[in-house]
């Protein structure tokens, strides 16, 4: 991709053209709660993340099954960035909510933090994007039957941004990086 492709993304804001009826991203927001506990936590006494993982990838996954209204499965996990650490009985919250709708693949951010119960601030500890594609009784991929309604400026720059991704896992892809 060059940096003119790059540029062209970045600068589009206009909502996309889509025919399929549309669904909000607050009709699909996930949120979940986790109290982390003993089985949850790693050999340096911090949350494992292969745990975090797993919630990050469950609320994603209701999150593209509540856009879908069908059945997904995850494609790519990728962006998957740990900022901070979690311990012993912290409440991590878990954010997902879609970005971009594709064909028959849409993304999901998913913002993973600590929440402190004093004062109710919350501490980023994880940033993840994950593909699910929407896939029919025989497990091969469906069309999403409705596209994404964007309501504001940082939804607009996430799909864009959402896009660029798209780009870039492909190219990742076709060049078996
Ligand atoms: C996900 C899966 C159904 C895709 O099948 P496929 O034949 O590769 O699908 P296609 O090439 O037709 O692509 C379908 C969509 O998925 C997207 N996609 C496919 N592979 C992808 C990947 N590795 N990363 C990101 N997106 C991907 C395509 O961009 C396309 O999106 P679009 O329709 O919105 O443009 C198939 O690879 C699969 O079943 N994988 C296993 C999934 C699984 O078991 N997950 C749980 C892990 S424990």
Redesign the pocket.
């Given at each position: 991709m060059t940096e003119s492709d790059l540029n062209q993304l970045v600068s589009q804001t206009a909502a996309p053209q889509d025919t399929r009826p549309l669904r909000s991203q607050e009709r699909s927001r996930t949120r979940a709660t986790h109290t982390v506990v003993h089985g949850d936590m790693n050999g340096e006494n911090r949350l494992f993340g292969g745990r975090l993982m797993e919630w990050i990838?469950e609320a994603a996954g209701i999150a593209a099954r509540r856009h879908c209204g069908g059945s997904v499965?995850?494609?790519?996990v990728?962006s998957l960035v740990f900022k901070n650490p979690a311990y012993l009985n912290e409440i991590v919250v878990i954010d997902a909510y879609v970005t971009y709708?594709?064909?028959?693949?849409?993304e999901v951010r998913v913002d993973s933090y600590v929440e402190d119960v004093a004062t109710g601030e919350r501490k980023q500890i994880n940033v993840a994007y994950l593909?699910e594609?929407c896939?029919g009784e025989d497990?091969?991929?469906r069309?999403?039957p409705f596209g994404l309604k964007l309501d504001t400026d940082e939804q607009r720059n996430e799909w864009h941004m959402a896009q660029i991704r798209?780009m870039i896992?492909?190219e990742r892809?076709e060049q078996g990086i």
């Amino acid at each position: 991709m060059t940096e003119s492709d790059l540029n062209q993304l970045v600068s589009q804001t206009a909502a996309p053209q889509d025919t399929r009826p549309l669904r909000s991203q607050e009709r699909s927001r996930t949120r979940a709660t986790h109290t982390v506990v003993h089985g949850d936590m790693n050999g340096e006494n911090r949350l494992f993340g292969g745990r975090l993982m797993e919630w990050i990838d469950e609320a994603a996954g209701i999150a593209a099954r509540r856009h879908c209204g069908g059945s997904v499965t995850t494609a790519c996990v990728d962006s998957l960035v740990f900022k901070n650490p979690a311990y012993l009985n912290e409440i991590v919250v878990i954010d997902a909510y879609v970005t971009y709708v594709g064909k028959t693949s849409l993304e999901v951010r998913v913002d993973s933090y600590v929440e402190d119960v004093a004062t109710g601030e919350r501490k980023q500890i994880n940033v993840a994007y994950l593909t699910e594609v929407c896939v029919g009784e025989d497990e091969r991929p469906r069309r999403i039957p409705f596209g994404l309604k964007l309501d504001t400026d940082e939804q607009r720059n996430e799909w864009h941004m959402a896009q660029i991704r798209k780009m870039i896992r492909r190219e990742r892809q076709e060049q078996g990086i």
